[in-house]
C-alpha cells in the first residue's frame, strides 16, 4: 500500500473520527498508525510493517488473528438468525448455550450469566444487581461499593466511578455518590521499605478500615480486578488476597471480581479468582470472551445471589444487545477451541513459564528497576536509578520505548513508565523468543535517548 493510501486514511481520522482516549490535538499534528490486517500474533500496518501484538490487541485476541472458526461461527448464526432481543420471556439457543459454557467453566457455585455488550457494561450491571439485590433483602441501606484507586472498571458513568482513575474522575466530577476508594497493592511503587507480604497486609487492611469508617450497614460490595491490568500490570504481594479474603468473611459483604483481563486463560487457570483461590459473588467479564472478534461482556452470578434475584420480583436492566446471537455464537466458537485446543493447560504448563523465566532476565537491563508477571501478563519498571527506583523526570521514557517498540515491530503499552504485556495465549516459544529479543533491543535505544 502506498503513503498516499496511509495519509489519506489518517486524513479522514483527523477530519471525521474521536477516537477513544486520545488527545486529538497531539494525534492529529503526529497522524494516527493505520492497522490494517492480523495472522496470528502479527498485525500490519498500512505501510506493511509486521508487528508482533504483545498486547493481543487490547488484552483480548486470545486466540490471535485470522481464526477462521470464528469467523464461520458468525457467518453461520448471520445467516440463521442474526438479532432478537432477550427481553420479553424469549431466549435464542446461542445465549443460553453460552450460559451453560460459561457456568461449566466458571467457579463452583457460580451457574447464571447476565449477558452485555462490553466491560464496562458489565460493571454498570453490577451496580445496579448488587444494590437491588441488598433491596430485596430489606436492606436498601447497603449500598455502598469500595473500589480501589487506580482500578479499572470501564469508561461509562458507573466504570469510571468504580474505577481509580483520577485523570477520569477530574474530567465530569466522578466518582457518582455511593462509590468509595481505598489504595492499590503496588508495592513496587508504593511500598516504601515495607517487604512485599507486610505492604500487601497494610494495603488490604484498608478495606476494613474503609468498612468501618462508612459503616458496614452501608456497603455493598468490594469490586477489585484479581490482577490490575490498565492500571500496570499490578501484581497483588501473595498476603494481599487471603488477608482480604479474612476481611470480607467478617463482614456482610459481596466480592466483585473484575475478570475483564483475568478471565479466559490469561493467568494459565480459566479465572483470575481461580489463580488467587477468590470465590466471588460477582464475576464481570467481557474481552478474552470472545477473543474481542465482536464486542460482548456479561456478569456471571453467584448461585446465592441468583435466588435473591428469583424473590424480586422484575430487575429492570438489560440491554437491546444483551446476549446478541452472533456474539453470543463467536464466543461458544471460542471457549470450544480454548477447550479442544487446551490453550488454558499449555498458558499454565508451558508457554508462562517460559515466557516468564525469559521476562526475568530483563532485569539485568540498566533501565528495569523491576520485571514482573504472572500466566501470560508481564510488566517492567523503567527506572534512572534501580537501586532507589528513582524515576526519570520529564523523560517521558514510557512514551519513548513504546515509540521504539512500533519502530520495531512490537506493540508494548506504556503506563507512565511501566511497559507492560499481554499477548495471544496462542504465542508459541518461539515467538516469545523473538518478543524478547524485540524487547532488549527497544529497552537499549530508549535507554540510548535518555542517557546520551
Ligand atoms: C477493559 C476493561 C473493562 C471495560 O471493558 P470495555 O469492554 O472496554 O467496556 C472493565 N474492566 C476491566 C478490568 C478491563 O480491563
Given at each position: 500500500?502506498?503513503?498516499?493510501?496511509?495519509?489519506?486514511?489518517?486524513?479522514?481520522?483527523?477530519?471525521?473520527?474521536?477516537?477513544?482516549?486520545?488527545?486529538?490535538?497531539?494525534l492529529?499534528?503526529?497522524?494516527?498508525?493505520?492497522?490494517?490486517?492480523?495472522?496470528?500474533?502479527?498485525?500490519?500496518?498500512?505501510?506493511?510493517?509486521?508487528?508482533?501484538?504483545a498486547?493481543?490487541?487490547?488484552?483480548?485476541?486470545?486466540?490471535?488473528?485470522?481464526?477462521?472458526?470464528?469467523?464461520?461461527?458468525?457467518?453461520?448464526?448471520?445467516?440463521?438468525?442474526?438479532?432478537?432481543?432477550?427481553?420479553?420471556?424469549?431466549?435464542?439457543?446461542?445465549?443460553?448455550?453460552?450460559?451453560?459454557?460459561?457456568?461449566?467453566?466458571?467457579?463452583?457455585?457460580?451457574?447464571?450469566?447476565?449477558?452485555?455488550?462490553?466491560?464496562?457494561?458489565?460493571?454498570?450491571?453490577?451496580?445496579?444487581?448488587?444494590?437491588?439485590?441488598?433491596?430485596?433483602?430489606?436492606?436498601?441501606?447497603?449500598?455502598?461499593?469500595?473500589?480501589?484507586?487506580?482500578?479499572?472498571?470501564?469508561?461509562?458513568?458507573?466504570?469510571?466511578?468504580?474505577?481509580?482513575?483520577?485523570?477520569?474522575?477530574?474530567?465530569?466530577?466522578?466518582?457518582?455518590?455511593?462509590?468509595?476508594?481505598?489504595?492499590?497493592?503496588?508495592?513496587?511503587?508504593?511500598?516504601?521499605?515495607?517487604?512485599?507480604?507486610?505492604?500487601?497486609?497494610r494495603?488490604?487492611?484498608?478495606?476494613?478500615?474503609?468498612?468501618?469508617?462508612?459503616?458496614?450497614?452501608?456497603?455493598?460490595?468490594?469490586?477489585?480486578?484479581?490482577?490490575?491490568?490498565?492500571?500496570?500490570?499490578?501484581?497483588?504481594?501473595?498476603?494481599?488476597?487471603?488477608?482480604?479474603?479474612?476481611?470480607?468473611?467478617?463482614?456482610?459483604?459481596?466480592?466483585?471480581?473484575?475478570?475483564v483481563i483475568?478471565?479466559?486463560?490469561?493467568?494459565?487457570?480459566?479465572f483470575?479468582?481461580?489463580?488467587?483461590?477468590?470465590?466471588?459473588?460477582?464475576?464481570?467479564?467481557?474481552?478474552?470472551?470472545?477473543?474481542?472478534?465482536?464486542?460482548?461482556?456479561?456478569?456471571?452470578?453467584?448461585?446465592?445471589?441468583?435466588?435473591?434475584?428469583?424473590?424480586?420480583?422484575?430487575?429492570?436492566?438489560?440491554?437491546?444487545?444483551?446476549?446478541?446471537?452472533?456474539?453470543?455464537?463467536?464466543?461458544?466458537?471460542?471457549?470450544?477451541?480454548?477447550?479442544?485446543?487446551?490453550?488454558?493447560?499449555?498458558?499454565?504448563?508451558?508457554?508462562?513459564?517460559?515466557?516468564?523465566?525469559?521476562?526475568?532476565?530483563?532485569?539485568?537491563?540498566?533501565?528495569?528497576?523491576?520485571?514482573?508477571?504472572v500466566g501470560?501478563l508481564?510488566?517492567?519498571?523503567?527506572?534512572?536509578?534501580?537501586?532507589?527506583?528513582?524515576?526519570?523526570?520529564?523523560?517521558?521514557?514510557?512514551?519513548?520505548?513504546?515509540?521504539?517498540?512500533?519502530?520495531?515491530?512490537?506493540?508494548?503499552?506504556?503506563?507512565?513508565?511501566?511497559?507492560?504485556?499481554?499477548?495471544?495465549?496462542?504465542?508459541?516459544?518461539?515467538?516469545?523468543?523473538?518478543?524478547?529479543?524485540?524487547?532488549?533491543?527497544?529497552?537499549?535505544?530508549?535507554?540510548?535517548?535518555?542517557?546520551?
Amino acid at each position: 500500500m502506498s503513503d498516499s493510501q496511509t495519509l489519506h486514511w489518517q486524513a479522514l481520522s483527523r477530519d471525521h473520527h474521536l477516537p477513544p482516549f486520545t488527545d486529538y490535538k497531539a494525534l492529529n499534528a503526529k497522524g494516527t498508525r493505520i492497522i490494517t490486517r492480523g495472522e496470528g500474533v502479527y498485525l500490519w500496518d498500512s505501510e506493511g510493517h509486521k508487528i508482533l501484538d504483545a498486547m493481543a490487541g487490547l488484552w483480548c485476541v486470545n486466540l490471535g488473528y485470522g481464526r477462521e472458526e470464528l469467523v464461520e461461527a458468525a457467518t453461520r448464526q448471520m445467516r440463521e438468525l442474526p438479532y432478537y432481543n432477550l427481553f420479553f420471556q424469549t431466549a435464542h439457543p446461542p445465549a443460553v448455550a453460552l450460559a451453560k459454557a460459561i457456568a461449566d467453566i466458571a467457579p463452583a457455585g457460580m451457574n447464571h450469566v447476565f449477558f452485555t455488550g462490553s466491560g464496562s457494561e458489565a460493571n454498570d450491571t453490577v451496580l445496579r444487581m448488587v444494590r437491588h439485590y441488598w433491596a430485596i433483602k430489606g436492606r436498601p441501606e447497603k449500598k455502598v461499593i469500595i473500589g480501589r484507586w487506580n482500578g479499572y472498571h470501564g469508561s461509562t458513568v458507573a466504570g469510571t466511578s468504580l474505577g481509580g482513575m483520577k485523570a477520569m474522575h477530574e474530567q465530569g466530577d466522578f466518582p457518582i455518590p455511593g462509590i468509595e476508594h481505598i489504595d492499590q497493592p503496588y508495592w513496587y511503587g508504593e511500598g516504601g521499605d515495607m517487604s512485599p507480604e507486610e505492604f500487601g497486609l497494610r494495603i488490604a487492611d484498608q478495606l476494613e478500615q474503609k468498612i468501618l469508617e462508612v459503616g458496614e450497614d452501608k456497603v455493598a460490595a468490594f469490586i477489585a480486578e484479581p490482577i490490575q491490568g490498565a492500571g500496570g500490570v499490578i501484581i497483588p504481594p501473595d498476603s494481599y488476597w487471603p488477608r482480604i479474603k479474612e476481611i470480607l468473611a467478617r463482614h456482610d459483604i459481596l466480592l466483585v471480581a473484575d475478570e475483564v483481563i483475568c478471565g479466559f486463560g490469561r493467568t494459565g487457570e480459566w479465572f483470575g479468582s481461580d489463580y488467587y483461590g477468590l470465590t466471588p459473588d460477582l464475576m464481570p467479564i467481557a474481552k478474552g470472551l470472545t477473543s474481542g472478534y465482536i464486542p460482548m461482556g456479561g456478569v456471571i452470578v453467584r448461585d446465592g445471589v441468583v435466588q435473591t434475584l428469583n424473590e424480586g420480583g422484575e430487575f429492570y436492566h438489560g440491554f437491546t444487545y444483551s446476549g446478541h446471537p452472533v456474539a453470543a455464537a463467536v464466543a461458544l466458537e471460542n471457549i470450544r477451541i480454548l477447550r479442544k485446543e487446551k490453550i488454558v493447560e499449555r498458558v499454565k504448563t508451558k508457554t508462562a513459564p517460559y515466557l516468564q523465566s525469559r521476562w526475568q532476565e530483563l532485569v539485568e537491563h540498566p533501565l528495569v528497576g523491576e520485571a514482573r508477571g504472572v500466566g501470560l501478563l508481564g510488566a517492567l519498571e523503567l527506572v534512572k536509578n534501580k537501586k532507589t527506583r528513582e524515576r526519570f523526570v520529564d523523560a517521558d521514557v514510557g512514551m519513548r520505548c513504546r515509540e521504539h517498540c512500533f519502530r520495531n515491530g512490537l506493540v508494548m503499552r506504556a503506563v507512565g513508565d511501566t511497559m507492560i504485556i499481554s499477548p495471544p495465549l496462542v504465542i508459541s516459544e518461539e515467538q516469545i523468543d523473538e518478543l524478547i529479543g524485540k524487547v532488549r533491543l527497544c529497552l537499549d535505544a530508549t535507554a540510548k535517548d535518555v542517557r546520551g
